[in-house]
Structures are given as C-alpha cells and as structure tokens.
C-alpha cells in the first residue's frame, strides 16, 4: 500500500516531468544551419591537399595570353598584423621560417619580401589552387633562403657544371644536360639515373626557378636552356615529391607563391614536361 509520504514523492515527479516537457514543446524550432559544405579550405604552409574548390568568383588562369601568379582581384596588399605573441604564448614560438640549410616546411603565414607586416599574397583563402605539394611546399621559405641556397649553388657550380659522363656513347657535362629539352633530359635520366649527376635539393631548384623568370642573368655558368619551359620543368620535378604528380595547379601555386607570372599558356606544357622528368625519377630511384 502506497503511503502519503511516497504520493507526495510521486505527484511532484509527475509535475516536474511535465513542466519540463511543455517547456521543450515551448521552444520555437532553430533554423537548419547550412550552407557550411562548399567552401573551400586548406591549410596554408601545411600540405595542400583538401578539398573543395575554388571560391566562386575568383578566376585563376585568365586568358591565355595572361599570367598566374599575380595578387587575385580586389586584394589588397600589407594588411597589418600584430608582432607580439598572443597572452600566454612565448614570444618566440613557431615564428621562424627554415634556416637556410633546411628543406623542410617552413611556418605558415610568412611574410614574403618587400611585404614587412603584411600577409604574402598567397596567404589567403582562394589565393592558390587546391593542390598538395609536399616539399615544394618550401617555395613559401623567405626569399633571403632560396637566394642563398642559389647562391651557394652557383659557388659550387664551377665544379659541379663541368663534371662529365659519358651516357649512350655521348659525353656530356652536367651543365650540357640542364641545356637539354625536359623531354630528353627526362629520358637520359629513365636511362642512366645511377650515372647522373644533378640537382636535387628543393630549395635550389626553386632557386633555379625563380632565377629563369626574375634573373635570368644570373644562370648557372654554362646553361643555356632550352627554353623557359624546358628548364622551369627540370627544376619543379627535380624539387617535388616522388609520390604527388605535378600538374597544371602545381605550377600555378609556384608561381603565386614565387611571383614568377608564368604565361598561362604556358602552364600545360611546363606541367607536362615537368611530369615526365618526375616519372623518369621515380624510375630511376626505384
């Protein structure tokens, strides 16, 4: 038998119960939240391998006759951040970019020349194709770096130029073979890999690149390329992974990245040629 003492108990349950599901029953329904899906993003400094597209509205090729690699369209330049550390973090923490004698992935967010207390150009959503790049991701290292790099290079490259190796019958040096199409380049290379000897640092050939577009003048002693193109290929397959193809957004990131306005016509084929001389390494690596 149910005494008044556990009705009491009861009949306040019920009533608790109840008002807390008129209250629920109260509540006016929250929109569905939505639209979260299609934008695109990927991390900046990190690999480039998320998904999503592009921003819709922001073109990057142009026309044919046009260039990639330049400030998109109602961006401005030199927005000005903070230089101190967020309260609680030590100053110091994760503000350097890599040394000059390393090739991993430099920090995010870096400056580039000429742009002290401003973004780079590339720092923003819909500034670079959605691409991965793995150690090309070195192109975002200050500029100082990758002229260093180069400029260490070239100082070896008196020795370096000339040395010689016979391959087919044909004897060449290594300052002939940068002179070579991409596409025979490439094959000497499928060919007789163990035997050649080329460059193979990431941020000298990104140094190489930016030389071919912005120094020309200051080639490596004996190299008179092929073409643009030709040279351009060699030093972005050389400086990529083994295992993520270069393609046309490959050499359009590069080019944002580097400042180089490449000729959008000139894309395809740079990406092309640059693909052969990847698989040529691959193979050769094994």
Known sequence: MMTNSNKK??????????????????????????????????AQGQGQG?????PEGRGQGGSAGGSVGSVPEGRGQGRPT????????GG?????????????????????A??????????????????????LNVARAPVRVLESRYAELVTNWATIGVTSMTLGGVT?????????????????????YDQITRID??????????????????M???????????????AIASASDKTVPVSNDTVIALSTILGLNILASDVPAIAAAALLVQQAIVAGHG
Request: hydrophobic share 40%.
């Open 220 to 234: 490596l002693p004996g190299v008179v390329p092929a073409s643009n193109n030709d040279l351009a290929a060699i």
């Open 201 to 218: 640092s990431p941020l000298e050939n990104l140094g190489l690149l930016r030389t071919i577009y912005l120094n020309p003048t200051n």
């Open 172 to 192: 060449y040096t290594v300052a002939q073979l940068y002179s070579l199409p991409a596409a025979q380049f490439a094959a000497l290379l499928g060919l007789y």
């Open 82 to 89: 903070t230089t101190g550390a967020p309260t609680g973090r």
């Open 50 to 54: 998320g998904g999503g597209g592009r």
């Open 114 to 135: 000429g742009d002290r207390g401003g973004r780079p150009v590339w720092a923003g959503d819909g500034a670079l194709p959605v691409v991965e790049l793995g150690r």
């Open 92 to 112: 110091d923490s994760g503000q350097r970019g890599p040394s000059s004698d390393s090739d991993g992935t430099p920090h995010r967010g870096q400056p580039a």
């Open 9 to 42: 108990v009861l009949k306040a349950g019920v009533a608790g119960a109840a008002l807390a599901f008129g209250l629920l029953t109260a509540m006016p329904m929250l929109p569905e939240i939505g639209g979260l899906g299609g934008t695109a993003a990927w």
